[in-house]
């Protein structure tokens, strides 16, 4: 195992990515924020099945904080997260300040309008336009063919991919399976706030969400006995909501009823004690899920 070149700064990473393009090779990018757990490394891994060479930057992105969320406090740990890299294969890793990739004067920021409204969107305001805008940058300067990112992040994954379409950046943008505790639990770097109490409580947002999936698998279709199911488990485990919806899969539209060949998404964001934890699963409904 190697660890990964660092750069610092946009015309280090544009050396590179020239470098890289004159060899005539490929690129796969991971953005992260770092505190590195299997979901990030297996899309780094994912990566080096799509690409020649695996890109990562590691930023804490201030502009999707809002004032009274966990920017000084989110978790980080860049020597173990460089060696987590270079396990998976990745060849370098993008670490700039916050004053680098917005300098003194900085007034641009990117929307996207309809998947941004509704769920984080509205319970985070502003989060959405920061991911749009750090994200756009990072395509912009390594000009990958490919980005890979979780689907845990559910909305995200759609702000992202909508972005990507809309400005024509010519990158498939790829969403991979969340990766879970064998237990159920959805890995995230925030959990490492959770007491061990707290941590078995969690457990109760996978529960609820693998509860709808059963009953949509054996064919209910009545979104209020679905969301039910969910809130029940919150309820056990003496979980705050912050929302239960469930969506249609691409437009993020809240649903009555779930149909046949309409893939659908149950999202969940819940409070333990003082951690916010989202998760999600896909809905098929009936056969659907079993084929």
Same mark, same amino acid.
């Given at each position: 195992?190697?660890?990964?070149?660092?750069?610092? @700064?946009?015309?280090?990473?544009?050396?590179?990515? &020239?470098?890289?393009? &004159?060899?005539?090779?490929?690129?796969?990018?991971?953005? @992260?924020?770092?505190?590195?757990?299997?979901?990030?490394?297996?899309?780094?891994?994912?990566?080096?099945?799509?690409?020649?060479?695996?890109?990562?930057?590691?930023? =804490? *992105?201030? @502009?999707?904080?809002?004032?009274?969320?966990?920017?000084? +406090?989110?978790?980080?740990?860049?020597?173990?997260?460089?060696?987590?890299?270079?396990?998976?294969g990745?060849?370098?890793?993008?670490?700039?300040?916050?004053? +680098?990739?917005?300098?003194?004067?900085?007034?641009?920021?990117? *929307?996207?309008?309809?998947?941004?409204?509704?769920?984080?969107?509205?319970?985070?305001?502003?989060?959405?336009?920061?991911?749009? @805008?750090?994200?756009?940058?990072?395509?912009?300067?390594?000009r990958?063919?490919?980005?890979?990112?979780?689907?845990?992040?559910?909305?995200?994954?759609? =702000?992202?991919?909508?972005?990507?379409?809309?400005?024509e950046?010519? =990158?498939?943008?790829?969403?991979?399976? +969340?990766?879970?505790?064998?237990?159920?639990?959805?890995?995230?770097s925030? *959990?490492?706030?959770?007491?061990?109490?707290?941590?078995?409580?969690?457990?109760?947002?996978? &529960?609820?969400?693998?509860?709808?999936?059963?009953?949509?698998?054996?064919?209910?279709?009545?979104?209020?006995?679905?969301?039910?199911?969910?809130?029940?488990?919150l309820?056990? =485990?003496?979980a705050?909501?912050?929302?239960?919806?469930?969506?249609?899969?691409?437009?993020?539209?809240?649903?009555?009823?779930?149909?046949?060949?309409?893939?659908a998404?149950?999202?969940?964001?819940?409070?333990?004690?003082?951690?916010?934890?989202i998760?999600?699963?896909?809905?098929?409904?009936?056969?659907?899920?079993?084929?």
């Amino acid at each position: 195992m190697s660890i990964p070149v660092v750069w610092k @700064t946009p015309g280090e990473v544009r050396a590179w990515v &020239r470098a890289l393009q &004159r060899r005539g090779q490929t690129l796969a990018l991971v953005p @992260t924020m770092g505190f590195l757990h299997e979901g990030h490394l297996s899309l780094m891994r994912e990566g080096g099945r799509r690409a020649d060479v695996v890109a990562a930057s590691i930023f =804490v *992105n201030p @502009t999707q904080f809002g004032p009274k969320e966990d920017l000084s +406090t989110y978790p980080r740990d860049l020597e173990g997260d460089l060696q987590r890299c270079g396990s998976a294969g990745v060849a370098g890793v993008y670490l700039p300040e916050p004053s +680098t990739v917005y300098p003194p004067g900085y007034q641009t920021y990117v *929307n996207v309008e309809e998947v941004s409204q509704g769920l984080d969107g509205d319970k985070r305001p502003g989060h959405f336009r920061g991911v749009a @805008t750090v994200v756009a940058k990072l395509l912009a300067l390594f000009r990958p063919e490919v980005a890979l990112f979780g689907e845990k992040d559910f909305q995200q994954l759609q =702000v992202i991919t909508r972005l990507a379409a809309d400005l024509e950046l010519g =990158v498939e943008i790829v969403g991979m399976p +969340t990766i879970r505790e064998p237990d159920g639990l959805a890995m995230s770097s925030r *959990n490492s706030y959770l007491s061990a109490e707290e941590r078995q409580r969690a457990l109760g947002l996978s &529960r609820g969400l693998f509860s709808a999936q059963r009953l949509a698998a054996g064919g209910e279709a009545d979104v209020a006995k679905l969301l039910a199911a969910i809130r029940q488990e919150l309820v056990k =485990v003496q979980a705050r909501e912050d929302y239960v919806e469930i969506v249609d899969s691409s437009r993020l539209a809240s649903l009555s009823r779930l149909e046949s060949g309409a893939p659908a998404r149950a999202l969940i964001a819940a409070f333990i004690g003082k951690t916010r934890l989202i998760d999600n699963v896909a809905l098929p409904l009936g056969a659907q899920a079993l084929s």
